[in-house]
DNA sequence: TGTAACATGTAAGTCGTTACATGATTAA
DNA sequence: TTAATCATGTAACGACTTACATGTTACA
């Protein structure tokens, strides 16, 4: 369902491509919902045949033809309705987690090394969208106190996934302090 | 693949059945991956074609009769061998998060609707989790000095929990206010 | 009499991943 | 000539959800 609407809420801000859409995946939605071309493809196949977007197909030269996408006013409709649904809570699944509950399983060495790989992930997300959001504020289109409309959305979920990779790194720093007590201690 | 780790990992505590395993999910790895029965007891035949666990069926009086699983030392090690593969970094998935990337296309008041539930739904599953802390620490099995090896995983996963729904909750005050504003400009 | 807890499954369908497949242009 | 960018797909498979299906005992 997901994809669907992020599919939509983004032609909304503009006609364009399958190709171009999996580009502006990275970037904005796509932190918090990645997909592959192939899906891309498929969805818009499908919104296609539900009458959500419709296509015009435009030779280019130089380059290979390509499928323009819009929204149609049915797929501003289905945008909207579900965009004004209560989400229904949705599981959460981090498989590392999965991991580090089995953790007293581990040599505790190893299991050091396994957290601070997943440490080290975080904090790189954590520094792109940091870059991120210094470009936003210094292009003037967002601040704390005002934020331009069209940026708004944009504007939340960054700050969101920034408190997210924070607190995660928060997290891994504390764990490793505690592992690291077991290493001494089996030492 | 963590769902099936996350099984082997319950069944490394102690064998127990299909139905029992559900329980142990809630309260416990069920957190950061949640399961249905008939995909539990699916993956449990899975398991048993590979030989990772066995089973022994165990006729009571006044229960139907049930299925209790046991690891292998196939499973054993099939887990011990996962646990220590560094995880591929995962995408994560938050349709709310996608939701909110589209802000700006909805009346500001049914945004704070939505977004309101968002953080109750969050600030129940904290008090859930707290709760737990709370009460594995008067138990005297967990402190941030001392924690038993048994419970050294669950703590860590518990905390990484309780980290998250705190700064989802906090980021909710935050964009709660950012579109109080928004409704006071529009009227 | 009904419902909660115990106990286990099948079948259909959706969503997502991995692998396979093609082909043009441009810049190094 | 090699790689990157543009551009679009199919096919097989695995993971997960929803709906359907069955049957016992204990307790209110």
């Given at each position: 369902?997901?994809?669907?609407?992020?599919?939509l809420?983004?032609l909304?801000?503009?006609?364009?491509?399958?190709?171009?859409l999996?580009?502006?995946?990275?970037?904005?939605?796509?932190?918090?919902?990645?997909a592959?071309?192939?899906?891309?493809?498929?969805?818009?196949?499908?919104?296609?045949?539900?009458?959500?977007?419709?296509?015009?197909?435009v030779?280019?030269r130089?380059k290979?033809t390509?499928?323009?996408y819009?929204?149609?006013?049915?797929?501003?409709a289905?945008?909207h309705?579900?965009?004004?649904?209560?989400?229904?809570?949705?599981?959460?699944?981090?498989?590392?987690?999965?991991?580090?509950f089995?953790?007293?399983r581990?040599d505790?060495?190893?299991?050091?090394?396994?957290?601070?790989?997943?440490?080290?992930e975080?904090?790189r997300?954590?520094?792109?969208?940091?870059?991120?959001?210094?470009?936003?504020?210094?292009?003037?289109?967002?601040?704390?106190?005002?934020?331009?409309?069209a940026?708004?959305?944009r504007?939340?979920?960054?700050?969101r996934?920034?408190?997210?990779?924070?607190?995660?790194?928060?997290?891994?720093?504390?764990?490793?302090?505690?592992?690291?007590?077991?290493?001494?201690?089996?030492?």
């Amino acid at each position: 369902m997901a994809l669907k609407f992020a599919i939509l809420g983004l032609l909304a801000e503009s006609s364009q491509t399958g190709y171009e859409l999996k580009a502006r995946f990275g970037g904005s939605v796509g932190y918090f919902w990645e997909a592959r071309f192939q899906q891309i493809y498929a969805e818009l196949q499908r919104l296609q045949r539900d009458r959500l977007v419709s296509v015009e197909t435009v030779p280019q030269r130089g380059k290979p033809t390509k499928k323009v996408y819009s929204l149609t006013s049915a797929g501003e409709a289905a945008l909207h309705a579900w965009l004004d649904t209560p989400s229904a809570s949705q599981p959460t699944r981090e498989e590392f987690l999965v991991k580090v509950f089995s953790v007293a399983r581990m040599d505790p060495r190893r299991a050091l090394a396994r957290l601070k790989e997943y440490r080290e992930e975080h904090r790189r997300r954590l520094e792109t969208y940091t870059l991120i959001e210094r470009r936003l504020e210094e292009s003037g289109a967002v601040s704390d106190d005002t934020t331009q409309d069209a940026m708004l959305g944009r504007y939340l979920a960054l700050r969101r996934g920034i408190g997210y990779e924070r607190e995660c790194v928060r997290w891994c720093n504390w764990a490793v302090a505690q592992l690291r007590r077991r290493v001494k201690a089996s030492s």
